[in-house]
């Protein structure tokens, strides 16, 4: 197969060399519009270094990654699915709610394959929860708590445009709620506070949150937040029902210390962040995006769920700046 990266920054320069290093890969080209980046990382994988989009969709390939900045995504996610090619996009779809509903309509009526980076879907902790709700293992699911929380703040250029930290964080805990848990988001109340630099008030966004959800079989979902989380990358997913409790990213290092006398726990160095935290997962969104382009395997995570878990955000966001309960059905209409 031959694919296309667009974007060689943090995370695309990371999955172009997992796509190179795979053998039902014959060839990566990489396009940026820095170009003396493209190069630099075509000569690192062992690949090609394409002048532009045109000049990538020109030498046909089989698929295209998308991990150029949010604010091109869906430009992008148009281009590839005229072009008629497979596209995997990095989250999130678009910059706006309209945006991003516009993309989705294009692309379902496109019937171009399209599959969104939400990566946690590909993470063992996350896949095994899931099946144990699915396989009952937990007895009826009656409580679910979630937590994403990032070790120091972005940088502070990083904020105005980021969405915000329940469009920019606590999206991936909005998307894989529904993937483990196979239910809708009801309604919303999200708290937040600015306990750390101004840059996050002058944003009007928030560096600490809490949001309590409804799904709609009756669970009621906990999550915590924070951009200031010192202990280390702390991601974690816990999923408790009548029969018992099961829990993603509990292990040696996970940031957190017991304080239980002769108990050693963790054992060994917290996880720094998201890089580290999903390597596999990574690895694993890309190998299920080849089976989509290689043998027309359905997609895992759609730009439909991407606007589903954004729709939570939304919901979260308006909590957060009236102080009130949202129900998904108000931001959906
Ligand atoms: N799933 C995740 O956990 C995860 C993690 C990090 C980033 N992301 C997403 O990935 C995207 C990229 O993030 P990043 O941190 O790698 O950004 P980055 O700034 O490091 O890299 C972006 C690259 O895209 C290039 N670029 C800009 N416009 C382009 C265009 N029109 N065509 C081609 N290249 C273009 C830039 O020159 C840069 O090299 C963001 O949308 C972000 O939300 C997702």
């Keep these: 197969m031959r694919l296309g ?12 060399a997992v796509l190179a290093g795979r053998s039902e890969v014959d060839e990566v080209i990489v396009c940026d519009v820095d170009g003396t980046r493209a190069r630099a990382v075509a000569a690192q994988i062992g690949g090609s270094a394409a002048e532009g989009t045109g000049q990538l969709y020109a030498a046909r390939p089989d698929g295209v990654l998308i991990a150029a900045p949010t604010s091109q995504h ?5 281009e590839a699915v005229r072009a008629h090619v497979p596209v995997f996009c990095e989250k999130p779809v678009a910059q706006s709610l309209a945006e991003t509903v516009a993309t989705v309509e294009e692309a379902e009526a496109s019937g171009v394959a399209v599959q969104i980076g939400f990566q946690r879907r590909f993470d ?13 293992e937990v007895g009826e699911l009656r409580r679910m708590h979630l937590m994403t929380c990032d070790p120091a703040p972005p ?53 600490e949150s809490v949001v309590l959800l409804t799904l709609d079989d009756g669970t009621l979902v906990t999550m915590q937040g924070s951009r200031y989380n010192g202990a280390g990358y702390d991601v974690r997913l816990e999923a408790a029902g009548t029969q018992g409790t099961v829990m993603a990213g509990l292990s040696g290092k996970t940031p957190v ?8 726990f963790p054992d060994d160095a917290p996880w720094a962040g998201f890089l580290e935290r999903f390597a596999d997962a990574y690895v694993a969104e890309l190998v299920a995006f080849l089976d989509v ?4 395997a359905p997609v895992v995570c759609t730009p439909r769920d991407a606007l589903e878990a954004l729709y939570t955000a939304e919901a979260a966001d308006l909590s957060r700046r009236e102080g009130r309960t949202v129900r998904i059905a108000e931001v959906r209409s």
Excluded: K, M
Aim: glycine content about 16%; charged content about 25%; aromatic content about 6%.
């Design 5 to 16: 990266v667009i974007g060689t920054g943090r995370i695309g320069s990371q999955h172009a």
């Design 74 to 78: 869906a430009d992008l996610i148009r």
């Design 124 to 136: 063992a902790g996350c896949r095994r929860v899931r099946e144990a709700i699915a396989g009952g």
């Design 155 to 207: 940088p502070a250029e990083y904020v105005p445009h980021s969405g915000g930290i329940f469009r920019d964080c606590h999206i991936h805990d909005f998307d894989i709620l529904r993937f483990v848990s196979g239910r809708e988001v009801e309604s919303v109340t999200a708290l937040g506070a600015n306990r750390g630099a101004d840059f996050f008030a002058a944003a009007g966004d928030v560096d």
């Design 257 to 264: 210390r017991s304080t239980e006398p002769g108990v050693v």
């Design 293 to 296: 382009v290689g043998t027309g």
